[in-house]
Nanobody, 125 residues
Framework: QVQLVESGGGLVQAGGSLRLSCAAS????????LAWFRQAPGKEREFVAV????????NYAESVKGRFTISRDNAKNTVYLLMNSLKPEDTAVYYC??????????????????WGQGTQVTVSS
């Protein structure tokens, strides 16, 4: 069982930045692909970014490409999401997720075995 705990959410003005963190309780962190998803009120959960086990390969949703950066520190069992140039439409609950395997990791939610509880990000205009 892997527990994921997100932090770093909050209220920020449009154009501002936030860095989300997700700490994992596992000694086999490097065996997992890690991803961030988000869910806005009244909308389905959507893919944001994914990073492979080593951190060498990443993939992003088109809506965040060039503004968000996903990274990981396997020594600290933590994955990060640096969000720059935030827009009101980025407002959502952000979730981190883990999928066992050394592939890139999917942009679909179904392969992910473990999910955090979510952290709220609110961007004011």
């Amino acid at each position: 069982q892997v527990q994921l705990v997100e932090s770093g959410g909050g209220l920020v003005q449009a154009g501002g930045s936030l860095r989300l963190s997700c700490a994992a309780s596992t000694s086999t962190f490097s065996l997992y692909a890690l991803a961030w998803f988000r869910q806005a009120p009244g909308k389905e959960r959507e893919f944001v970014a994914v990073i492979n086990w080593s951190g060498a390969i990443t993939n992003y949703a088109e809506s965040v490409k060039g503004r968000f950066t996903i990274s990981r520190d396997n020594a600290k069992n933590t994955v990060y999401l640096l969000m720059n140039s935030l827009k009101p439409e980025d407002t959502a609950v952000y979730y981190c997720a883990a999928a066992l395997g050394r592939g890139l990791g999917s942009s679909l939610a179904s392969p992910y075995n473990y999910w955090g509880q979510g952290t709220q990000v609110t961007v004011s205009s």
